[in-house]
């Protein structure tokens, strides 16, 4: 059964702080990692690393993926009240014409004015 | 403008009733699925299809239902066998193949009277 592990559960910054979200993962034969932002309601996607793409930068965040530790880092840089949010984290197991994608539980980040 | 459309936005459910959520895509994508989301629990998938006419058990399918009789619509319906049946419902939907990001609609809140 695949497995995702997302620490912290919760992060309570000030504006201005940069922060690092990490996600762990066990899945046969990985294919990819994706991150989403949740809001209030709809994830929106953020990034998808693979291991052709195992960096990626948008803006003030970034993330990179650690296929030797099984692992990813979501970095948010100079946050902002807007960054609050659950962020999630997804992994995809390759083979054929699996779709499927498995959810951690999310991390609950609070930014403060 | 391309999306997805979850409808109602609120849902209320009485003892024993059947309800079915709607969901509706304008984004030509093959694939569809439906996930809960309880708090602090990430999002379970409950069913998935990945073509018209077919689909899959994810990992929380019992009292849930689904059909794929058209390409951009994918219900699911809340069954009275399911006896917890009150959360946070998203369907997504993807191009499926080797890319798979998955885009998420709106979602329904679910709630038992």
């Known amino acids: 059964e695949d497995k995702v592990v997302q620490s912290p559960l919760s992060l309570v910054v000030h504006e201005g702080d940069t922060v690092t979200l990490n996600c762990s993962y066990e899945?046969?034969?990985?294919?990819?990692l994706l991150w989403y932002k949740q809001e209030k309601k709809a994830p929106t996607f953020l990034f998808m690393l693979?291991?052709?793409?195992i960096e990626k930068k948008s803006g003030r965040l970034s993330s990179i993926l650690d296929k030797k530790e099984l692992s990813s880092i979501l970095n948010i840089t100079a946050t902002q009240t807007g960054d609050s949010a659950i962020y999630l984290c997804?992994?995809?197991?390759?083979?054929?014409?699996?779709?499927?994608?498995?959810f951690g539980k999310g991390t609950l980040l609070t930014v403060n004015p | 403008d391309g999306g997805i459309t979850q409808s109602p936005k609120y849902l209320f459910r009485k003892e024993g009733q059947n309800v079915t959520l709607s969901c509706e895509q304008n984004l030509n994508h093959d694939a569809m699925y439906w996930y809960r989301q309880d708090p602090g629990q990430g999002l379970r998938l409950i069913y998935y299809s990945q073509i018209v006419n077919d689909f899959q058990k994810g990992d929380i399918a019992e009292g849930y239902s689904v059909s794929r009789e058209k390409k951009e619509s994918f219900p699911l319906t809340v069954t009275s066998a399911q006896k917890n049946p009150t959360a946070f419902y998203l369907c997504?939907?993807?191009?499926?193949?080797?890319?798979?990001?998955?885009?998420f609609g709106a979602g329904t809140r679910l709630s038992v009277l």
């Open positions: 997504a939907s993807s191009i499926g193949g080797q890319i798979n990001i998955q885009y």
């Open positions: 899945v046969t034969n990985f294919r990819s």
């Open positions: 693979t291991s052709s793409g």
């Open positions: 997804a992994v995809r197991r390759g083979g054929g014409s699996n779709y499927k994608l498995t």
